[in-house]
T-cell receptor, first 112, second 114 residues
Framework: NAGVTQTPKFQVLKTGQSMTLQCAQDMNHNSMYWYRQDPGMGLRLIYYSASEGTTDKGEVPNGYNVSRLNKREFSLRLESAAPSQTSVYFC???????????FGPGTRLTVT | GESVGLHLPTLSVQEGDNSIINCAYSNSASDYFIWYKQESGKGPQFIIDIRSNMDKRQGQRVTVLLNKTVKHLSLQIAATQPGDSAVYFCAETPPGGGADGLTFGKGTHLIIQP
């Protein structure tokens, strides 16, 4: 099993450009999450999907959209990137709710 | 909402010594806690968990202690090795579980001195 995979690993964008971060899990988990991690800020929840077909905002959703494409895949889209979105993005999944989450390797995004 | 916090941002220990990383939580009704390890350039990795009806749980070289009276969680790592150098996060589950996931602390950076 690959666990949680994310693509790309690194990305540099110019202000105003758009992109989609991809995440997939092969553990048959119901819940999936997108976090951003900034120095000194810990992990902050952007969006989550408690189950296939549902998505909800987390702590810092502004400037992002998500799609739960199917049970395996959960993508994060930046429609118009801003320098404040420079961060490391992690996708995670869990069987359900607020229990053990498995994390992907992260995407390091720089917006210039 | 309530959040999980850590006492020390950085902890430096000698290789072979035991390490203790502390975490204070403020939601006395939280019922599940996890410790994660994050190595440089990688995603957080599950280490060990504990439920609120327990006060101690042991894994391989790691022990988690839960003191509900003072709302304190600690991670003990025995005989630290260079590979233990990482940032360690505690996380909690809100009462009743939450669809929006765990609440994470900011992390403690553990440095192993040779």
């Amino acid at each position: 099993n690959a666990g949680v995979t994310q693509t790309p690993k690194f990305q540099v964008l110019k202000t105003g450009q758009s992109m989609t971060l991809q995440c997939a899990q092969d553990m048959n988990h119901n819940s999936m999450y997108w976090y951003r991690q900034d120095p000194g800020m810990g992990l902050r929840l952007i969006y989550y999907s408690a189950s296939e077909g549902t998505t909800d905002k987390g702590e810092v959703p502004n400037g992002y959209n998500v799609s739960r494409l199917n049970k395996r895949e959960f993508s994060l889209r930046l429609e118009s990137a801003a320098p404040s979105q420079t961060s490391v993005y992690f996708c995670a999944s869990s069987v359900r709710g607020a229990y053990e989450q498995y994390f992907g390797p992260g995407t390091r995004l720089t917006v210039t | 909402g309530e959040s999980v916090g850590l006492h020390l941002p950085t902890l430096s220990v000698q290789e072979g010594d035991n390490s203790i990383i502390n975490c204070a939580y403020s939601n006395s009704a939280s019922d599940y806690f996890i410790w994660y390890k994050q190595e440089s350039g990688k995603g957080p990795q599950f280490i060990i968990d504990i439920r609120s009806n327990m006060d101690k749980r042991q894994g391989q070289r790691v022990t988690v202690l839960l003191n509900k009276t003072v709302k304190h969680l600690s991670l003990q790592i025995a005989a630290t090795q260079p590979g233990d150098s990482a940032v360690y996060f505690c996380a909690e589950t809100p009462p009743g579980g939450g669809a929006d996931g765990l609440t994470f602390g900011k992390g403690t950076h553990l440095i192993i001195q040779p």
